[in-house]
């Protein structure tokens, strides 16, 4: 997804603030309920739709409207950021990626969650979803949806490798039949926040973790790249780029070019999220992709990297965190119980995509009939883990796509060194990205 910049300080960053920054009530005055603002990442008008309902349910006891969001996730946080540390009481409600989440939540910027809402939205939760949502062992913002990345294959293509797809398969595995059957491989390898999402998960996926300590202090982080794992992960990468399997554009390839080439002629495998099903299903019904490619498309699980070892998928979603200057915080929890409600995101997951975090909405006959791998994307999101949890989440995000980018040059036996020589040269205040 993105990269990340620390929020600015002082009267620079103020002034800037003042500029920018939109200006929205957060009261309704003698006229009518108080006003609850939701600020929103970029969506097709489902975020809207729930306030719209949200406010309805509550019958005259406050109104939700929302602003959006810039659609960089960088910009996002650096908005976001930048106006909590003013101490700006209209932001009552946040749509938040995860991964900004430990930032805001370390220095307070996040109304604390009442235990009997934390009960709730918590309840019937994927597990990558909550941990997501946690900091420091506390629940301190409430699942809303989340994603995930699965395996995505031409039925055809495996059939012809004889490789068994009824049960999980190792990266090894695609990549040999991919090779074999002369195809490419669809994967992420630009220098931008997918390619932390893809070294994060083969990481995670191997038994390790890009961060041993995540709560620890700047100067105090270990990384734990410089293992079994980290070289693990930076051999799968290295095979792929001096093997070609990902194709002569992969240095600058995003989830969607990732598309792209697995709908092409020479697509065999690829990971991505559940937005491929709706993007070819909708490139079908225009006419410019054939039925006969639909068809042919298969999915399954994450692939392993140590065979009979439990993949660790790729965890992303939207939090819903309240402002902690909000004058209504607890008005704005009682429509965080509205907004995440089962209902709601099951409604969300057929209108815009979205996989919920709620297990029980995945049963929802609407989604089962709209998203065949509803299960698979469910059990996905059990296994999912998400990437470091730590305040310096830009430092090693940064970090890694400078050290391991472009994928031909990993190597197994440096790139896990340099990436945490750097890294923590910077966390430490001695190097600059």
Same mark, same amino acid.
């Given at each position: ?154 039925? &055809?293509?495996?059939?012809?490798? $004889?490789? %068994?797809?009824?049960?999980? /398969?190792? @990266?090894?595995?695609?990549?040999? #039949? !991919? ?78 070019? &990732?598309?792209?080439?697995?709908? $092409?002629? %020479?697509?065999?495998?690829? /990971?991505? @999220?559940?937005?491929?099903?709706? #993007? !070819? ?153």
């Amino acid at each position: 997804m993105r990269r990340r910049t620390r929020p600015g300080r002082g009267t620079a960053a103020l002034a800037a603030l003042a500029l920018t920054a939109p200006l929205v009530a957060c009261s309704g005055g003698d006229d009518g309920p108080p006003v609850l603002t939701w600020y929103t990442n970029p969506d097709a008008g489902g975020q809207a739709a729930i306030a719209a309902r949200c406010t309805e349910a509550a019958d005259g006891s406050y109104r939700i409207v929302t602003s959006g969001l810039p659609s960089e996730a960088s910009a996002q946080r650096e908005q976001l950021a930048r106006r909590l540390a003013a101490n700006d009481s209209s932001i009552d409600l946040m749509s938040l990626d995860p991964p900004f989440i430990p930032e805001l939540a370390e220095p307070g910027f996040l109304a604390p969650v009442p235990e009997d809402v934390a009960a709730e939205v918590s309840t019937d939760v994927v597990e990558g979803a909550l941990a997501g949502a946690t900091w420091k062992d506390e629940l301190v913002t409430a699942p809303f949806w989340a994603n995930t990345q699965l395996l995505w294959y031409r039925k &055809s293509v495996a059939e012809a490798a $004889g490789l %068994d797809m009824s049960g999980p /398969v190792t @990266w090894d595995q695609i990549m040999e #039949a !991919t090779a074999s059957q002369d195809k490419l491989l669809g994967v992420q390898g630009a220098k931008a926040e997918s390619l932390t999402v893809w070294v994060n998960a083969l990481v995670a996926s191997a038994g390790g973790s890009v961060v041993e300590n995540p709560e620890a202090p700047r100067d105090e982080i270990a990384m734990g790249l410089e293992s079994d794992a980290g070289r693990e992960a930076a051999r799968i990468l290295e095979t792929i780029g001096a093997e070609g399997l990902g194709g002569p554009g992969l240095p600058t390839r995003d989830e969607n070019a &990732s598309l792209s080439l697995f709908q $092409g002629d %020479d697509g065999g495998f690829m /990971v991505n @999220w559940p937005f491929v099903w709706a #993007a !070819t299903q909708s490139a079908v019904e225009e006419g410019t992709l054939d039925q006969e490619l639909l068809d042919d498309i298969g999915w399954a699980m994450y692939p392993q990297v140590v065979e009979g070892q439990e993949a660790a998928p790729p965890y992303g979603g939207i939090n819903i965190g309240v402002g902690a200057f909000s004058e209504h915080t607890d008005l704005a929890y009682d429509a965080v119980r509205c907004i995440v409600s089962p209902e709601n995101q099951a409604e969300y997951f057929v209108t815009d995509g979205n996989p919920p975090a709620s297990v029980v909405a995945f049963d929802d006959p609407a989604v089962q009939e709209a998203f065949p791998m509803a299960d698979v994307i469910r059990d996905s999101l059990q296994l999912a883990v998400p990437r470091p949890q730590t305040p310096y989440y830009n430092e090693v995000s940064a970090g890694l796509q400078e050290t391991w980018h472009p994928v031909g040059s990993v190597d197994p036996d440096t790139t896990p060194a340099a990436a945490t020589e750097l890294i923590v040269a910077v966390l430490r205040g001695e190097k600059l990205l």
